[in-house]
């Protein structure tokens, strides 16, 4: 092996060792996100390993929720990668890093005035990028100024020059010269100046050593000589070279989500759930994202190197939250000399009240600046007032309703913003018995007829008045699992129906009553599964060819209902202990989770959540009942 190969493979050990570190670190700093730190490095090692092997952008794209760590990460790791003083972050709505008008126009502009040098390797960040879309919702063009040269450097990394700034330069030269033929000589020569953003551009786009001030006195022979210069010179001068780029697009596709998150205010999902539903989301489904909002041509732009961000999980908001609750107890320390002790229930409860799966950690970290901020200065004036000294610990609790100082055997309460804890404890026991009752039945049913727990039951929920329950979805509905859908739905009425009678029943049902006929009139219109088979529905336009005669189809989707509901009350009434016994689990915790379910039923569950209908198991019978058969015929 000769000394340049040597030197060539020591040279990818180390910086393979330094991706390695730097992926370490970024571990330690950011909780939740270690398979999206490991794609992002396999992602940039070539660039990074091998820089000289580099002959287009490399585009690395993150998408996910508002919160999630996207921009950190980008940040963070050009700076552990030594790049930040050629790190570019553009934000695509157009008001990037205070730029002037003129400059934040392009993003060749705020290249050319950073570290970025032309046919180096630089990071260049470009966030907020669903801002930029140029498609309306009915896929007709926007209209989009700024930043149009992102997709020549998305494509190949090479920039025209701005010839319409050219061609302005060139129409102020020749007002000049109109001028000039009505002045005296010494008059004209004072007319016609580069102001400096002119004389900056001319110098970027036609490449010039020559300093900007003196630019700026050159008269307009000279740059109508630089001008005719430049026209003359090969097309291959012309282009600014970025092709060494590294480039990340980053940006919150809310059109991935729209089946997963209803709502941004939602404070009651469970962060696991909700993470274990947006770790399923695929490259196809950014795609048809970035299709609502792109032309074709310009997703293709951006490549297939697309990283998703998944909701975080509990654990990484935990620790976030016991991160937060040792730097305020360390910082207050430092202040005031007094040792904090964090209980177990202060942590809980800032989870309760800050965690809002759907928003990512902004709303966390803006909820511990509230709750320990102010608590834990109160808390140290409140045991400084009574006597305590430097060195002494003051023990701090929660309940709900507000923090509690603890110290030398006295306490304090202390009020705390837990106003999420609040709209969850349901105080009238009347409303609690009718929620329980309601959200067990959907939860039982839907037990017994899928053979599996629902992924969520509460009834103590902040978000609105109410309770829910949520499932795991499916690939596949068969008519069998459309049935035991609608089935599932009516159960939150026949369970009332049954312990209160139809007398007490309330109107909580109405969504429910509202899914459960939505998806019988799609059973019997429009998938085929009644009596007939071509698609009902109401039309005026001739050229959909549907049979519109969908009056003969509401007395079958009538009966459909009838059947289910009776069917949801007979699985009731027969399975009565374990509805009881989910009634008082709620009534008792607020929510029933699906570790809990098969302990308080006692029913035998824990079907996969991706298992279907035993599709292979029918074909392979159907295969031998077929082979078998010729040989039948022959005997």
């Known amino acids: 092996m000769s000394d340049s190969q040597h030197e060539l493979r020591d040279q990818l050990a180390q910086r393979n060792e330094q991706l390695q570190a730097i992926a370490a670190q970024l571990k330690a700093e950011l909780f939740g996100i270690d398979a999206i730190i490991d794609r992002v490095i396999d992602s940039v090692r070539a660039w990074y390993v091998l820089p000289e092997l580099v002959s287009r952008p490399v585009i690395v794209c993150l998408w996910g929720l508002t919160g999630t760590g996207k921009t950190q990460l980008v940040r963070r790791l050009a700076q552990l990668l030594g790049f930040y003083d050629r790190f570019v972050e553009v934000q695509m709505d157009g008001f990037s890093n205070g730029a002037g008008w003129r400059a934040a126009a392009s993003i060749s502009a705020m290249l050319a005035q950073s570290g970025v040098r032309e046919g180096e390797p630089g990071i260049l960040a470009l966030d907020e990028f669903q801002r930029f879309r140029t498609i309306d919702l009915k896929r007709n063009e926007l209209r989009v100024e700024r930043y149009q040269d992102v997709w020549a450097l998305l494509s190949d990394g090479r920039l025209p020059p701005a010839l319409s700034l050219l061609g302005d330069i060139e129409s102020s030269i020749a007002e000049a010269a109109f001028d000039a033929e009505r002045a005296d000589v010494d008059e004209a020569k004072l007319r016609f100046k580069l102001r400096s953003w002119e004389a900056k551009e001319l110098q970027r786009n036609l490449k010039l050593d020559e300093p900007l001030l003196e630019i700026m006195a050159w008269t307009p022979e000279q740059i109508q000589a630089r001008l005719q210069a430049f026209r003359e010179s090969g097309q291959a001068q012309w282009d600014t070279d970025y092709s060494r780029l590294l480039i990340f697009v980053c940006g919150n596709l809310d059109e991935m989500y729209e089946d997963l998150a209803t709502s941004v205010d939602d404070c009651d999902s469970d962060a696991d759930t909700f993470h274990a539903l947006t770790v399923k989301l695929s490259v196809i489904d950014v795609k048809q994202a970035l299709n609502k909002r792109f032309k074709p041509e310009q997703v293709a732009r951006l490549g297939n190197e697309h990283v998703i961000y998944p909701s975080l999980p509990r654990h990484a908001y935990e620790q976030l939250i016991e991160q937060g609750c040792l730097r305020y107890a360390r910082e207050t320390e430092g202040r005031c000399g007094l040792r904090f002790e964090l209980a177990a229930s202060v942590r809980e409860q800032i989870y309760a009240n800050a965690v809002f799966p759907a928003q990512g950690t902004r709303p966390l970290f803006s909820s511990l600046h509230a709750i320990l901020g102010a608590g834990l200065a109160k808390a140290a004036l409140w045991a400084l007032e009574r006597g305590a000294s430097p060195g002494d610990s003051v023990g701090l609790t929660a309940d709900g309703r ?109 969504s429910d009553l509202r899914k459960a006929t939505e998806t019988a009139a799609r059973m019997l219109r429009h998938l085929g599964h009644g009596e007939r088979i071509g698609r009902i529905d109401v039309s005026a336009d001739s050229d959909e060819h549907l049979c519109t005669d969908v009056e003969t189809s509401n007395a079958p989707i009538e009966s459909l209902l009838q059947a289910e509901h009776a069917r949801a009350t007979r699985l009731l009434q027969t399975h009565r202990h374990a509805l009881l016994a989910l009634v008082d689990e709620l009534i008792a915790d607020g929510q029933v989770t699906p570790a809990r379910f098969a302990a308080v039923t006692g029913l035998a569950l824990g079907r996969p959540e991706d298992a279907l209908d035993p599709y292979a198991q029918r074909l392979a019978a159907f295969r031998l009942e077929n082979s078998a058969g010729p040989a039948l015929l022959r005997a």
């Open 402 to 510: 507000s923090l509690i100082a603890h110290w030398r055997g006295q306490s304090q309460p202390i009020a705390a913003p837990f106003e999420i804890s609040r709209l969850r404890q349901r105080s009238n026991p009347d409303f609690r018995a009718l929620l329980a009752v309601h959200e067990a039945g959907h939860g039982l049913v839907h037990a017994l007829l899928f053979g599996r727990a629902p992924t969520e039951i509460k009834i103590h929920v902040a978000s609105f008045e109410g309770g829910y329950n949520a499932y795991t979805s499916r690939k596949v509905w068969s008519r069998g699992n459309l049935l035991d859908s609608i089935c599932t739905s009516l159960a939150g009425r026949a369970a009332e129906w049954l312990v209160f009678g139809p007398e007490l029943s309330s109107g909580g049902a109405e």
